[in-house]
Nanobody, 121 residues
């Protein structure tokens, strides 16, 4: 019903920047929170940043001051600007959105396919 498509990952040197984007499409009535998670090899998936429909944000301590999450509600789009990247930021990054498909349905969580971010030292 709802698809999330991410883009913007890649290989960057430590100290560099990348911007991830994620667009939601499909049967969408409203999108509540949108966020980014990441998973490094051998580790659990962890929250990176989340933004509410009204623009409130929350960040993992490890990325505060370096990453900025934003969204464009008209385009069903969420962005993650990543600056001052470190090798420990290397992971697959996943977009998440909490979506209601109709006024009578409950919200469901959807995930993107993931985009790889690799930071070299």
């Amino acid at each position: 019903q709802v698809q999330l498509v991410e883009s913007g990952g890649g290989l960057v040197q430590a100290g560099g920047s990348l911007r991830l984007s994620c667009t939601a499409s499909g049967i969408i009535f409203t999108i509540n929170a949108m966020g980014w998670y990441r998973q490094a090899p051998g580790k659990q998936r962890e929250l990176v940043a989340v933004i509410s429909s009204s623009g409130g944000t929350n960040y993992a301590d490890s990325v505060k001051g370096r990453f900025t999450i934003s969204r464009d509600n008209a385009k069903n789009l969420v962005l993650l600007q990543m600056n001052s990247l470190k090798p420990e930021d290397t992971a697959a990054y996943y977009c998440n959105a909490n979506v209601r498909s109709s006024i009578v349905s409950s919200a469901k969580n959807y995930w993107g396919q993931g985009t790889q971010v690799t930071v070299s030292s």
